[in-house]
C-alpha cells in the first residue's frame, strides 16, 4: 500500500473527529497545513485505505452539503445518522 505523507496527514486527522460530529474538507486542509489543499483532501479520503478505521464519512462539503464517498452517499448519510442517534 503506498500512501503518501499528505494522505497520511489526512487520515491522521480524520481520526481526531468525535464520533456524531463533522468537519468539513477545508477543515481538513487547514487542520494539516494545507488550507487550499482541500480537493487533494478529498482525493486523498476517495483513495482511503483505511475505510473501517479512518471514518472519513465525517467530512462534508462546507457548504453543509454531504459530499462524496467511496461507499456511497447514501450509505455517508446512514453512517452520520446512526452516529448523531448515539452520541
Do not use: W
Not at 10 to 15: I, L
Not at 26 to 55: E, M, Q, T
Amino acid at each position: 500500500m503506498n500512501i503518501t505523507p499528505f494522505q497520511q496527514k489526512v487520515y491522521d486527522f480524520v481520526q481526531t473527529i468525535p464520533k456524531g460530529e463533522t468537519a468539513t474538507y477545508k477543515n481538513v486542509a487547514v487542520g494539516i497545513g494545507h488550507p487550499k489543499a482541500y480537493r487533494a483532501v478529498g482525493s486523498a479520503l476517495n483513495r482511503n485505505p483505511f475505510i473501517g478505521r479512518v471514518s472519513c464519512h465525517r467530512v462534508i462539503k462546507s457548504n453543509g452539503q454531504i459530499g462524496g464517498y467511496v461507499l456511497g452517499t447514501n450509505k455517508k448519510l446512514e453512517l452520520l445518522k446512526k452516529e448523531s442517534l448515539n452520541s
